[in-house]
């Protein structure tokens, strides 16, 4: 009441939010700063540009009063969420608040961020979701439950119109998982950890002893699982990290990424590429190398850097322009494909292609690597997402051929089958069947066997074969490849060609959907 025995509203209503930025209280903020994190606001504060943020729901409380949850009512309901800035774009953003409950995910907290998920998709501007919560709120049951089922419809939504990205920067266990999973991007904290069942269930049902973190750590989902595509040292750098790769896309799917003013030379070529690929053509070398020498100075992310190593993703900058960069890299496993790289190659050129980026492809790649723990794998289905992800995908793509392009992953890795606008090679290229030892012994087995010499002979088919194919001369003399380049010259020509793509407009045959392999 105030002096005149009115109520004082605006004081009742500054009470209220100074309450709601308290969370669940300064003991328990405390606590979290003594875990090592963060509080939900102090993250949003280093995301989003100052003074951006305008919150949504920040009086919102549950109404439950059974196993003690009516002494335990906090405004917000352990989650902040609203509308602001990131380098003057604007974003939607949600923030769980571990300090309430754990962060535990009510129907409260279900119903802002829905509310936010809908303002994001009718503005088609990204969304950003913070995570670190305790999973379903125990105490609400089943309301708890179906409410994780509402936000994943509106990600499944929004997919591929809006981007969205998951921070996990606590816990995030059992059905609570499966949001990120449907959002374009995960990016974990150290200390974080993402699983499905805890290691008392897991303990319980196989007798293996696991912690949090050797379950489901940031090191196990970007090594192992592929479930994380970036990770960082400590909760600043993984939201620095977030403001990097909304850089490259778009804020919805009928806009193109922003483009940067151009910092580098368009004309730059840099003579040590001309130097990179070693003589002995079984030498390994980086192919981060090639990128970096040859895209905008500094601009490459890579994405999924250590999931997959024998296959380089990331995005880049050419002129200034976003660029989704797909390669083999020989300096792991040959670069050859195997299941984890054609999961990973073929969910990146999806992602490109629903943001509008263009896909630019080096190729220096033996095949697909052989073995039974592949093909029981299912190495067919996977590998076939490469090429369906080639074909189906509309944006300007060019390919350029550094050295190996054997076989099947000739044909997958962006051959102008797979509606690549143009294809370059380098002098260094092979384009063949297969290797020339195994062509040898499939086409000349009984003339190696009943030459006089049958070594020499060997060695003389092989040097013939060798001679005809590797090469990229017969690839470019029936039309395959367009051009061949001397390395240096890579930089430049992939400008002026993106320069003509950039207003490409390709359509494919209407339909519900396709049936991507998987
Ligand atoms: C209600 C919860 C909670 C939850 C944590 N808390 N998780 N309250 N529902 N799911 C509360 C704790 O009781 C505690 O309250 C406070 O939050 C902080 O938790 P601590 O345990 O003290 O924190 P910490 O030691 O850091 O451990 C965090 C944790 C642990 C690993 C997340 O709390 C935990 O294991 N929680 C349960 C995880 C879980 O099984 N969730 C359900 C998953 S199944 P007090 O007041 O005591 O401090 C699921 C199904 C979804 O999510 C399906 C969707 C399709």
């Not at 496993?333 to 195997?338: D, I, W």
């Amino acid at each position: 009441m105030a002096e005149d025995g009115k109520h004082d509203h605006l004081a009742a209503l500054r009470e209220m939010r100074g309450r709601a930025v308290l969370g669940g209280g300064r003991k328990r903020i405390e606590q979290q700063h003594a875990r090592g994190k963060l509080t939900a606001r102090e993250r949003l504060a280093l995301l989003l540009d100052e003074g951006s943020f305008q919150e949504f729901g920040a009086l919102a409380t549950h109404n439950v009063t059974e196993f003690g949850l009516a002494d335990q009512r906090y405004p917000g309901d352990g989650l902040v969420a609203g509308f602001g800035k990131v380098s003057g774009r604007r974003v939607a953003v949600f923030a769980q608040d571990f300090t309430v409950l754990g962060g535990s995910f009510s129907e409260v907290q279900a119903n802002k961020i829905c509310r936010i998920q809908d303002l994001a998709l009718a503005a088609g501007i990204p969304l950003i979701g913070l995570n670190d919560s305790g999973g379903a709120r125990i105490q609400e049951g089943v309301r708890s439950l179906a409410a994780y089922g509402e936000v994943f419809v509106r990600n499944v939504m929004a997919s591929g119109v809006i981007p969205q990205i998951s921070l996990i920067l606590g816990p995030c266990a059992g059905g609570a998982v499966y949001s990120p999973a449907l959002t374009d991007f995960v990016i974990m904290s150290e200390g974080s950890s993402m699983f499905l069942t805890g290691p008392d269930v897991i303990k319980a049902v196989t007798g293996e002893d696991v912690t949090a973190q050797s379950l489901g750590g940031a090191e196990v989902h970007m090594h192992r699982s592929g479930v994380a595509h970036l990770a960082a040292q400590s909760e600043a750098a993984a939201l620095e990290l977030v403001k990097r790769l909304l850089g490259y896309l778009p804020q919805n799917n009928n806009e193109d990424p922003p483009q940067v003013a151009p910092y580098d030379s368009p004309d730059r070529e840099d003579e040590a590429l001309n130097a990179l690929i070693p003589d002995n053509e079984n030498e390994p070398y980086d192919m981060r190398v090639a990128i970096a020498m040859i895209f905008d100075r500094d601009s490459f992310l890579e994405i999924h850097p250590d999931f997959a190593p024998n296959a380089v993703v990331g995005f880049a900058r050419l002129d200034g322009y976003s660029i989704g960069i797909v390669a083999n890299q020989p300096a792991y496993m040959s670069g050859a494909l195997n299941i984890d790289a054609s999961d990973k190659i073929s969910r990146f050129i999806r992602t490109c292609d629903a943001y509008n980026v263009p896909v630019i492809t080096f190729v220096d790649c033996p095949g697909f690597l052989p073995g039974t723990d592949q093909e029981f794998g299912g190495v067919i289905r996977h590998g076939a997402k490469i090429i369906y992800a080639y074909c189906e995908s509309t944006v300007p793509k060019i390919s350029i051929v550094t050295r190996k392009a054997m076989g099947g992953a000739y044909v997958a890795m962006s051959s102008k089958q797979m509606r690549t606008d143009l294809t370059f090679a380098w002098p260094t290229a092979q384009v063949a069947v297969m290797g020339a030892e195994a062509a040898v012994r499939v086409l000349y087995r009984d003339d190696v066997k009943n030459a006089p010499d049958s070594a020499a002979k060997e060695r003389e088919l092989i040097a013939y074969y060798r001679e005809k194919f590797f090469n990229p001369y017969r690839a470019a003399d029936v039309g395959q490849i367009d051009e061949v380049i001397e390395p240096r010259e890579t930089r430049p020509r992939l400008i002026r060609a993106l320069e003509v793509l950039r207003t490409k407009v390709q359509q494919n045959p209407p339909k519900k959907h396709g049936l991507v392999p998987s």
